[in-house]
């Protein structure tokens, strides 16, 4: 069984990470902030950071910890990893599998089923859990309207009429978003699912949590040996992680969705903690990030019931099985 290590989270914009022997050092104005052993680390993710030393990227290739750059919004920018390991011969079945439409077809049809079926869930328990303070009637319908789209989807030809199809399963469940919102209502409202960049604060800390979950597929994908770039349900595009994307489909709304309501709910993030730009974006300050990120930590960590696995599963272990199930697939 893979041993699920820790991913590192920098958050602090002057941040600058060094090593010491076999550590990972975080320093700010000169002084040492933190330090990890590298071998507690499978990923490093910095946002808006200073920079890392040389010796330091050394030491990540070396132990194979993948080391990512990001912007204060979480755009990709780079990564610093060490040799390319994987099965090339799964590698070079999955790239014939892409230009395979029928294929491709059945694989997509699965991590949109898996997104319904975990969508439902998220708006199910808080229907289940607080009947007397949610509209019932509405999240009643959209769950109604939800399960149709499934047994629409499986009649699916082709791939465009599917993605038409996600698009509008995506709609319909963020048109009942505000109802998983029981606290600070009015300062966590969402009008629509937004981004590049985020304009208010619950997109804000949605694509933030997004950013976190794909850093941990994309290093699942890798370590079964599979090109998290060459997927089948988004298209390729260069410098995106395609297939690192499809698996999203079906782990956000369990993962990242319910943390970023229970962070809200919760009062573990308030308005004061995010920041409007001049032409409008939403970002997160470091405080913010840094608490968000540790929770995801946190859930990476632990267990909860997953609705499309039938059991308890943590992210690292449903990233790991999702990728499986792929690799068996071919």
Same mark, same amino acid.
């Given at each position: 069984?893979?041993?699920?290590?820790?991913?590192?989270?920098?958050?602090?914009? =002057?941040?600058?990470? !060094?090593?010491?022997?076999?550590?990972?050092?975080?320093?700010?104005?000169?002084?040492?902030? +933190?330090?990890?052993?590298?071998?507690?680390?499978?990923?490093?993710?910095?946002?808006?950071?200073?920079?890392?030393?040389?010796?330091?990227?050394?030491?990540?290739? &070396?132990?194979?910890?993948?080391?990512?750059?990001?912007? &204060?919004?979480?755009? +990709?920018?780079?990564?610093?990893?060490?040799?390319?390991?994987?099965?090339?011969i799964? %590698? %070079?079945?999955?790239?014939?599998?892409?230009?395979?439409?029928?294929?491709a077809?059945?694989?997509?049809?699965?991590?949109?089923?898996?997104?319904?079926?975990?969508?439902? !869930?998220?708006? @199910?328990?808080?229907?289940r859990?607080?009947?007397?303070?949610?509209?019932? =009637?509405?999240?009643?319908?959209?769950?109604?309207?939800?399960?149709?789209?499934?047994? @629409?989807?499986?009649?699916?030809?082709?791939?465009?009429?599917l993605?038409?199809? =996600?698009?509008?399963?995506?709609?319909?469940?963020?048109?009942? +978003?505000?109802?998983?919102?029981?606290?600070?209502?009015?300062?966590?409202?969402?009008?629509?699912?937004? %981004?590049?960049?985020?304009?208010?604060?619950?997109?804000?800390?949605?694509?933030?949590?997004?950013?976190?979950?794909?850093? =941990?597929?994309? !290093?699942?994908?890798?370590?079964?040996?599979?090109?998290?770039?060459?997927?089948?349900?988004?298209?390729? %595009?260069?410098?995106?992680?395609?297939?690192?994307?499809?698996?999203?489909e &079906?782990?956000?709304? @369990?993962?990242?969705?319910?943390?970023g309501?229970?962070?809200?709910?919760?009062?573990?993030?308030?308005?004061?903690?995010?920041?409007?730009?001049?032409?409008g974006?939403?970002?997160?300050?470091?405080k913010?990030?840094?608490?968000? !990120?540790?929770?995801?930590? &946190?859930?990476?960590?632990?267990?909860?019931?997953?609705?499309?696995f039938?059991?308890?599963?943590?992210?690292?272990?449903?990233?790991?099985?999702?990728?499986?199930?792929?690799?068996?697939?071919?």
């Amino acid at each position: 069984m893979k041993k699920l290590l820790n991913t590192l989270y920098v958050t602090m914009p =002057e941040a600058y990470l !060094a090593r010491e022997g076999e550590n990972v050092l975080i320093k700010a104005k000169n002084e040492i902030k +933190f330090r990890v052993p590298v071998h507690n680390l499978e990923g490093i993710v910095c946002f808006g950071f200073a920079g890392a030393s040389p010796s330091l990227m050394q030491l990540c290739c &070396e132990r194979g910890v993948v080391l990512s750059f990001l912007t &204060e919004y979480g755009k +990709f920018m780079g990564r610093v990893t060490g040799r390319v390991s994987g099965n090339i011969i799964l %590698r %070079r079945t999955q790239y014939r599998w892409t230009e395979n439409d029928a294929i491709a077809l059945r694989l997509a049809k699965r991590f949109i089923l898996a997104k319904i079926v975990n969508s439902r !869930a998220v708006l @199910h328990r808080v229907v289940r859990d607080h009947p007397q303070v949610v509209d019932t =009637e509405l999240l009643t319908d959209v769950l109604r309207s939800l399960a149709s789209m499934s047994k @629409h989807l499986e009649k699916t030809k082709d791939l465009n009429t599917l993605r038409g199809l =996600e698009g509008q399963a995506a709609y319909i469940y963020f048109s009942a +978003f505000n109802q998983l919102i029981l606290s600070q209502k009015e300062d966590f409202i969402m009008t629509e699912r937004n %981004r590049r960049p985020p304009l208010d604060r619950i997109n804000a800390l949605l694509s933030f949590l997004y950013t976190l979950l794909t850093h =941990e597929v994309v !290093a699942a994908l890798e370590s079964i040996g599979l090109d998290p770039q060459a997927g089948f349900l988004h298209k390729d %595009r260069p410098g995106r992680q395609s297939l690192a994307l499809d698996v999203m489909e &079906e782990l956000r709304p @369990h993962f990242a969705d319910r943390l970023g309501v229970t962070l809200v709910n919760r009062n573990q993030v308030s308005s004061g903690g995010f920041i409007i730009k001049e032409n409008g974006a939403v970002v997160m300050d470091d405080k913010t990030k840094k608490r968000s !990120a540790h929770c995801m930590a &946190e859930t990476k960590a632990g267990q909860d019931h997953a609705p499309i696995f039938g059991r308890k599963s943590s992210i690292g272990t449903c990233s790991l099985h999702s990728s499986h199930v792929i690799s068996k697939t071919y």
